[in-house]
């Protein structure tokens, strides 16, 4: 390993970073960087050619990738405004069609929203009259009835994905268990998963070639939200990243498409100060920048998304998201940072569906943001795959995100993958998107993801240095046998717990390591 974390002139040219490179192979390395060391691969990756699409592309895209040049920089200043809502329709979307689909689903929803009523209204019925027959008043409970929510959200459309027909319903305030790994911190297992879906018919691209950069103040304090570009002959290379809460990010030059030459400049911006370090190929995998300027530390601010599939099979979860989201809401505020928190809203269903992708932008008003979330209902879907590409497209680009020192985290709930055969945008050029503008990526699989799904949520968690979370039962193929810690992802080594426990969990560890104001 050789490290450079000082900050050289501009007269360091290719011949300059082949002299440095020589010189810095003789220095001592920092073996406390060397914590998370990546395994030496036992073969090369196979990674098979992109997927040519076969349908459209998507007109309402912002960005078209790494090849472009890099994504605007997050610079909201703030949050504190009414949630704007954002609607974007599909390739081939006409007002014709919106208007008869958005009909449809309301004639749906008024259905539904009818039967239910005659429901409760025929249970408090029959409890009475049974009350009356005892010749006692009416209970506790038939006054519950009358005055109770429906148990279940309204479904729009029913779910044509499975033969079968929708999974059941589960009780209505059953806990929800799930289980996570980070494939970051046992990379050689996430390698070895790789290796035993490279069949599967995915965007993958190599990432078994990582390097960790650490990144300090002059006082030695982590610098957060770190702007990292890297450098070759001159010219800006299309790999870019922002370092998280702690300082840290990981860095893969195997996803550049064409290839990454053996010696990299990386630099490192913050507060007006540049840093630089060199990055040879093959190096182990931990580089150190420190900058020469004392940086103040800022209060937590947390930008958090709930990206979810909204189609007829992911009723339960959203139905479990609408009743946790505001003890959520309340432990994040009281975790020890005390974060400034804003919160936003993308769901998305699939071409043809009553909606396509529905965002509502960062807001701090809590009761706005439940107001958005308890108007979602599940509906539509269609075929298995869905939007996901434009709706983690929407989350990277199109929401407000805060700019200097946020703290950037997406929490997607769904249960299926995207569709790999549509024009762009794709998955794995906004992961890229998304470590470039310092979003991490907390994926959850919720019952019925199938393996590519699986490797896709992973691909793009382990990217962003997010985790991969999952559903567990006690049966793991069968959701409806209820909460356990069963799951048929090929995971191991993983713990379990309440869904909405583990997502407060992640956040205060991820906010844990910013340096106390």
Known sequence: MFLLSTFYPGWLRPAGLAAVSLLSACSVGWSEAHDWVSPAPARSEVVRPLPRPTGPGWASALWAGPQSGPPASPDARDCDRSPQAIELDGPGDGQAARRERRERYRGDAERDDSDRRADRHGAAKSAAESAAATGGAPS??????RNSAPATPPVAQADERSPAGPTPRRPRDEPVSAGVVDDNADFGAYLAYRARNEHLPVRARDVQERYRLTVHDAAGRPVADAQVSLHADGRSLPLWARTDAGGQVWLHPGVMQGGAPSLMEVQVRKGGTVGRALLQRGQRDALQVRLDRDLPVQRARLDLVFLVDATGSMADEIDKLKRSMRSMADQIARLPSRPDTCFALVAYRDRGDAFFVRAHDFGKDLDAFQRSLGALQ???GGDYPEALNEALHTTVHRLSWRGDG????????????PHLDHGAPWYDDDMQG???????????????LDPTGEYVFRQAAQYTGGRFVFLTYAKADEPSSGPGRETAHDVGNYSVESLDR??????????????AA
């Open 434 to 448: 998304a470590l470039a503008r310092g979003i991490k990526l907390f994926a959850v699989g919720a019952s019925g």
């Open 502 to 515: 583990l997502v407060v969990r992640l956040v205060r560890e991820e906010l844990a390591r910013r340096p």
């Open 378 to 380: 599940a509906g539509g």
């Open 140 to 145: 506790e409970s038939v006054a519950a009835v």
């Open 406 to 417: 946020a703290t950037r985290l997406v929490v997607l709930v769904a249960d299926a993958p």
